[in-house]
């Protein structure tokens, strides 16, 4: 008897604990089925991030440009000149001089301070004009020649676009270096560097992000001064102004070094 009621105190035990654990587990399953569910509903973080670099890949960048710039253009003279010439230090009245007009291609390298306002030194393969004697001063013919070359030191100032067009304007100063004298009736001729003025103003026609086409119009106020002697020994001085309008077209396009815009 004892041994049935042990047993049976045991068993009764057993079933309490059973029935207690099945409850608990079928608490847990409804548990993690709502956790699963709701799992199942929200994306995992890594998920997310998987969906958004995919989107990021399939997104194009923005294309970023170099604050540097280059233009390469073809370039024409046209000389406003006049001298005034004096021999053994008397002014030649009535005597004066033009120089001829040339052509060269040029050669700039610009940085962009901001999206509005840029800085450039342009230069070019170095110009030969001859200058001739007028008026009083004709007998004399071609009085010299001189290589030089000009650099340009400006800065600009781009309005917005007009569709792929940009207008600018800017100024600076010009530096004539002379490279070579070459005599012609006026004997040992030299010609010393200068300083000058510059205006400028243009447009630009912007075929993608990295080339520009450009028109270019600058107006110089430089002046040189030169001495030498005539073939008679008679010394002679002159100043010749030069004033040249320069008109330039071109290509500009990006330099691939330097913070972007």
Same mark, same amino acid.
């Given at each position: 008897?004892?041994?049935?009621?042990?047993?049976?105190?045991?068993?009764?035990?057993?079933?309490?604990?059973?029935?207690?654990?099945?409850?608990?587990?079928?608490?847990?399953?409804?548990?993690?089925?709502?956790?699963?569910?709701?799992?199942?509903?929200?994306?995992? &973080?890594?998920?997310?991030?998987?969906?958004?670099?995919?989107?990021?890949?399939?997104?194009?960048?923005?294309?970023?440009? &170099?604050?540097?710039?280059?233009?390469?253009?073809?370039?024409?003279?046209?000389?406003?000149? &006049?001298?005034?010439?004096?021999?053994?230090?008397?002014?030649?009245?009535?005597?004066?001089?033009?120089?001829?007009?040339?052509?060269?291609?040029?050669?700039?390298?610009?940085?962009?301070?901001?999206?509005?306002?840029?800085?450039?030194?342009?230069?070019?393969?170095?110009?030969?004009?001859?200058?001739?004697?007028?008026?009083?001063?004709?007998?004399?013919?071609?009085?010299?020649?001189?290589?030089?070359?000009?650099?340009?030191?400006?800065?600009?100032?781009?309005?917005?676009?007009?569709?792929?067009?940009?207008?600018?304007?800017?100024?600076?100063?010009?530096?004539?270096?002379?490279?070579?004298?070459?005599?012609?009736?006026?004997?040992?001729?030299?010609?010393?560097?200068?300083?000058?003025?510059?205006?400028?103003?243009?447009?630009?026609?912007?075929?993608?992000?990295?080339?520009?086409?450009?028109?270019?119009?600058?107006?110089?106020?430089?002046?040189?001064?030169?001495?030498?002697?005539?073939?008679?020994?008679?010394?002679?001085?002159?100043?010749?102004?030069?004033?040249?309008?320069?008109?330039?077209?071109?290509?500009?396009?990006?330099?691939?070094?330097?913070?972007?815009?």
């Amino acid at each position: 008897m004892r041994a049935f009621i042990t047993t049976a105190s045991f068993l009764s035990v057993l079933i309490t604990i059973v029935a207690t654990q099945t409850a608990r587990a079928q608490t847990g399953g409804s548990t993690s089925s709502q956790d699963q569910k709701s799992v199942a509903g929200k994306p995992s &973080s890594d998920e997310a991030a998987t969906d958004s670099d995919s989107n990021a890949q399939l997104l194009p960048l923005p294309f970023k440009q &170099s604050r540097w710039f280059s233009r390469v253009g073809y370039l024409v003279a046209a000389y406003h000149s &006049s001298t005034a010439i004096a021999t053994n230090g008397q002014p030649l009245a009535g005597g004066t001089a033009e120089a001829s007009n040339n052509m060269s291609v040029t050669f700039e390298l610009g940085y962009e301070v901001t999206k509005n306002i840029s800085v450039s030194v342009m230069s070019g393969i170095p110009v030969k004009p001859h200058v001739t004697g007028e008026g009083a001063a004709a007998p004399l013919g071609i009085l010299g020649k001189v290589r030089y070359g000009p650099t340009i030191f400006s800065g600009q100032y781009h309005f917005p676009k007009i569709g792929k067009f940009r207008p600018y304007v800017g100024g600076g100063a010009a530096y004539a270096i002379i490279l070579k004298n070459i005599d012609g009736s006026v004997k040992d001729l030299k010609v010393h560097n200068n300083w000058g003025s510059v205006i400028q103003g243009g447009a630009e026609y912007e075929v993608n992000s990295k080339y520009t086409f450009f028109v270019d119009f600058k107006e110089v106020w430089l002046a040189v001064n030169a001495d030498g002697v005539l073939s008679d020994g008679t010394g002679v001085k002159a100043r010749v102004k030069l004033n040249p309008s320069l008109v330039t077209v071109g290509i500009k396009f990006r330099l691939p070094f330097g913070r972007s815009l």
